[in-house]
């Protein structure tokens, strides 16, 4: 205290000394409450400004956080939309390919299928062939049994006489052989 006095006085201290006065500044109780200040200040700076410090800081690393974490999923989402794409480009040309291939494979199975339709109009154009030639030959035989039949029965209306079974036999044979 008396180091601030000798202070103000040398450096021209009346003046100083009379602006106190007039102000009415009592130098102990001035440094008791300049004391009193620093001690309040002190343990507001611990007690208070630091961990508002603290919280602020901690909040400015969660939005630094934050934000790296939002490039971090950009990329990210960006990284699955390009797969995305290649999986659809994909998707697209192996249902392409697919389309062709189901395609050829209807192609293959409808001339199969025609193949076979045919195959079977022949098989039946063939069985029907055989069955008219069969029949033909039937009719033929029935015929020449009919036509020998009535032969016998005009040679012997002719005649007038009645044909033993040897000579019907005979003129039956005779008749089929020239209908041949």
Known sequence: MNVLAVTVES??????EEIAR??????PHLAA?????SIVCALLYWFAYKPVLRMLEERRR???????????INAALAAIETQRREIMTAARTEAARLIEEARGVARRVKEQETQRAV????????????????EHTRMLTELRGEVGRL??????????????????????????RQLT
């Open 11 to 16: 450096s021209g201290g009346g003046r100083v």
């Open 151 to 176: 032969v016998v029965t005009t040679a012997a209306a002719v005649t007038g006489k009645i044909l033993t079974a040897d000579d019907q036999r005979r003129l039956a044979e005779e008749a089929a």
């Open 22 to 27: 007039t102000f009415g500044v009592d130098w």
């Open 119 to 134: 195959a079977a109009a022949e098989q039946l154009v063939l069985k029907a062939r055989e069955a008219a030639a069969r």
């Open 62 to 72: 969660q939005i630094a956080q934050g934000l790296a974490n939002t490039e971090k």
């Open 33 to 37: 409450q300049v004391v009193s200040f």
